[in-house]
Nanobody
Framework: QVQLAESGGGLVQPGGSLRLSCAAS????????MGWYRQAPGKQRELVAS???????NYADSVRGRFTISRDNAKYTVYLQMDSLKPEDTAVYSC?????????????WGQGTQVTVSS
């Protein structure tokens, strides 16, 4: 069983930046999509950004232009560069790696890292 481990969360002032990292403990077979999700208190989990093995990206409207997702396929790692942070970005951020419709299929989640944007 592959595990995902996030790092890089913390407390930052509005307008500041953070970089999240998520590394897989083992090999991720085949093409897949890695993504970052977030859940704020009292709200549903939402997709922040995702990136395919080939580099195609997708962003939530609320973060487009401020966040950048990237990945290192050789290291089975995904990153989220977050700039111009706002208080409404405060949430637990979790990474995900999934491969569906092919064998092997998988859907791995990290435990999450807290991001707090406050002055």
């Amino acid at each position: 069983q592959v595990q995902l481990a996030e790092s890089g969360g913390g407390l930052v002032q509005p307008g500041g930046s953070l970089r999240l990292s998520c590394a897989a403990s083992g090999r991720l077979f085949g093409s897949n999509v890695m993504g970052w999700y977030r859940q704020a208190p009292g709200k549903q989990r939402e997709l922040v950004a995702s990136i395919s093995s080939g580099g195609s990206t997708n962003y939530a409207d609320s973060v487009r232009g401020r966040f950048t997702i990237s990945r290192d396929n050789a290291k089975y790692t995904v990153y989220l560069q977050m700039d111009s942070l706002k208080p409404e970005d405060t949430a637990v951020y979790s990474c995900n790696a999934k491969r569906v419709g092919s064998i092997p299929s998988y859907n791995y989640w990290g435990q999450g890292t807290q991001v707090t944007v406050s002055s």
